[in-house]
């Protein structure tokens, strides 16, 4: 697929994301959009699981699927047109939410009129998906802390503070956090003990900001991945303030490690957050696709 023939474009878009930020200039967003398409078409959601039914609906017609709203948004639009086993348009995102993870990931703006311009110059990389037990991901794949951190996060407290929400939600959850059994095995690297978090990631934003691995690439067929022991107060401090590097806490209960699969076990079972969907339990193997999306990006050297 080559940009002359992306010409139709579905925008599939949930006009609640962000207390419905992205309707403010959404005149000006398809004007912009029909500025590089021959055909643009819009589809509203109205309530969860309806974005994945207009992915199964339009995707033999189009030649780009647009996810416009948060990350939920783009987690499940994406997942939906992973999941087609035939010919899969190319994928672009219009953040309007309020992280807007993976989307940042893409090198995209975080306006959405000049978001719709640089989808516009059709750009487009093949990028890599995780995948796990028949479930995909675009961004991470994480259980304990990260879960916790996720759930204790209040809608209203996100709406009204963002980014900050993950700090104040972080410091809440080192108070209540457990630690668990857990057994990771890859190629690269091996772990029995007990831990307090392990991260499986394909982007390098958590929260809208790049916590843990800022130079994540997500076209080398490798996911990044930490395993936390026992966290302190100093060190997701550190993490939050983006001071964390590859080496800089190795050997201190911290480990980093790149793999295209792991095998992980866990005792009890865990909850996992899968880009902030928490439906599915361990155990898991977690794989890395590489290459395996065509997406629209903002950043020509990407």
Not at 141 to 161: A, C, N, Q
Not at 264 to 286: F, M, Y
Not at 288 to 296: D, E, N, R, T, V
Request: glycine share 8%.
């Amino acid at each position: 697929m080559n940009a002359s023939e992306l010409k139709r474009v579905s925008v599939i878009l949930n006009p609640k994301a962000g207390q419905g930020r992205l309707l403010n200039n959404w005149n000006e967003v398809i004007t912009e959009l029909k500025n590089g398409f021959n055909d643009v078409q819009v589809y509203e959601t109205t309530a969860p699981g309806e974005g994945a039914s207009f992915v199964e609906q339009l995707h033999s017609n189009s030649d780009v699927i647009l996810a416009a709203g948060g990350d939920g948004t783009v987690h499940e639009i994406a997942e939906a047109l992973l999941s087609i086993k035939e010919r899969k348009p190319a994928f672009g995102i219009l953040p309007g939410g309020t992280c807007n993870d993976f989307s940042r990931a893409l090198g995209m703006n975080q306006n959405p009129v000049k978001a719709a311009e640089q989808l516009s110059q059709k750009n487009i990389r093949h990028i890599d998906i995780g995948e796990f037990d028949g479930h995909f991901f675009t961004n991470f794949w994480g259980v304990g802390l990260i879960t916790h951190v996720s759930e204790s996060i209040d809608p209203d407290t996100k709406e009204r503070f963002g980014r900050l929400s993950y700090y104040l939600s972080a410091a809440k959850s080192m108070q209540t956090w457990e630690p668990f059994e857990i057994s990771v095995q890859s190629e690269e690297f091996q772990f029995e003990g007990k831990a307090a978090m392990f991260l499986a990631v394909n982007g390098p934003f958590t929260g809208g900001i790049r916590p843990f691995f800022p130079d994540t690439d997500i076209q080398d067929g490798k996911l990044d991945c930490l395993l936390i022991e026992e966290p302190s107060i100093s060190f997701i401090w550190n993490v939050l303030q983006n001071r964390l590097t590859d080496t800089s806490y190795e050997g201190q209960g911290y480990h980093y490690f790149q793999s295209s699969e792991i095998q992980i076990k866990t005792a009890p079972q865990q909850l996992i957050d899968c880009d902030g969907e928490r439906e599915q339990k361990t155990p898991s193997v977690v794989t890395c696709m590489k290459q395996y999306l065509s997406a629209l990006t903002g950043d020509v050297s990407f």
